[in-house]
């Protein structure tokens, strides 16, 4: 039997997706007739006549040009409506070192996992280590949509969240989909990373909660693969970008090759230029910061597109994003790349406390960029 979506269900899913989205057009227009529309959202889910409705499709150009799609408000509802129901059959079970779309396990969390194995690995940087740095070639883009909802079906035995994630895995976001954005932008995008020329059945769309879990989902065999049986100890994946770290280079060369097998076996391919084997005293750079014996700062690449997003982000926005920041770079313990954000948020008139830690709202100041 189908399991009942309840209203409070619903409503959480709800406060969830709203969360980071309160002062969007799409979240103020769905909350002007709340009640009505969950109610209206929750009679199609029950009476599974549920469909997602067409996707918004942009293009980004930083750090590189790439699709983004942006579900309708309403679907965003039935993607953390799923999540929290299908999350827990999973996460438990994925290893440690998998760091992306899990609780308490963002950026931060990848970088300290990865320093403390580098540490272990040379023994407080005493003895030589080597790493092997790796990430998957066009990963979203190369899911299969048969390999992943098998994974799913495996452990999801509700019919209900099984029958929406079959709409969610299966969804053609092609079909129908509105473009905005600058044209030439996405022209910009390679053909080969664009899912209006994906091989039909493969892709999931960047920019969903479901896709994001569902990419930890289907590299968990991968992961489980390389710690159960290759016995390395030392790794750790942020999305498709993972790093083994052994004091044997052989030992990666072997690891590599096992990689490349598996990961053949669900359609997908390291990608070779961005994969190599060196020495771990050399850095490593890995999820924005460049891990090296002693020390750890933060990727200027990194510090140079939160300068630019900071830039052009709307003021409204503005006093969360710096703080964030903020927090990323303090933890790089880089003192200049700190102080640069600190000045522009004062440019733009925000007021920073004296430690850079955060912005202090009440003493607003007016934004001097244009003056200057």
């Not at 899913?13 to 009505?36: H, I, P, Q």
């Not at 997908?268 to 924005?288: C, N």
């Amino acid at each position: 039997m189908p399991s009942e979506i309840t209203v409070a269900s619903l409503f959480e899913a709800y406060y969830d997706c709203r969360r980071a989205k309160r002062n969007t057009r799409a979240a103020l227009t769905f909350e002007v007739n709340l009640e009505d529309n969950l109610m209206a959202l929750l009679r199609d889910l029950q009476t599974g006549t549920w469909a997602p409705a067409p996707a918004t499709v942009f293009a980004i150009t930083r750090p590189k040009p790439r699709e983004v799609w942006a579900a309708d408000f309403r679907d965003r509802i039935v993607h953390h409506l799923v999540y929290r129901a299908i999350a827990p059959l999973f996460e438990p079970s994925f290893i440690a070192g998998s760091c992306a779309c899990i609780p308490g396990r963002g950026t931060l969390y990848g970088a300290d996992r990865l320093r403390r194995h580098l540490l272990s690995a040379t023994e407080s940087w005493t003895k030589p280590a080597f790493v092997l740095k790796a990430d998957v070639a066009n990963f979203f883009g190369s899911i299969r949509h048969a390999d992943l909802f098998a994974m799913l079906a495996r452990r999801v035995s509700d019919a209900t969240m099984l029958d929406l994630c079959r709409k969610l895995v299966f969804q053609d976001v092609r079909h129908g989909a509105v473009q905005r954005g600058a044209a030439h932008h996405m022209a910009m995008v390679p053909r080969h990373k664009s899912l209006f020329h994906a091989p039909p059945g493969t892709g999931l769309p960047i920019g969903n909660l479901s896709s994001q879990f569902f990419a930890n989902v289907y590299l968990d065999g991968l992961d489980q693969m390389v710690k159960r049986k290759l016995g390395m100890r030392h790794y750790v994946r942020y999305v498709d970008d993972m790093v083994l770290v052994h004091p044997d280079p052989k030992a990666l060369l072997q690891a590599a090759d096992a990689i490349r097998e598996h990961l053949s076996g669900i359609g997908l391919a390291l990608a070779e230029r961005k994969t190599f084997i060196a020495p771990a005293e050399k850095g490593v750079d890995f999820v924005g910061q460049v891990i090296r014996p002693h020390r750890t700062i933060g990727r200027a690449k990194t510090h140079r597109a939160a300068m630019h997003r900071l830039s052009n982000l709307p003021k409204e926005d503005l006093a969360e994003s710096v703080n964030s920041y903020l927090g990323l770079f303090r933890h790089t313990g880089s003192q200049e790349q700190c102080a640069s954000i600190a000045r522009l948020a004062h440019q733009r008139g925000l007021r920073v406390s004296r430690d850079m830690t955060k912005v202090v709202i009440a003493q607003a100041l007016p934004d001097t960029r244009a003056a200057a």
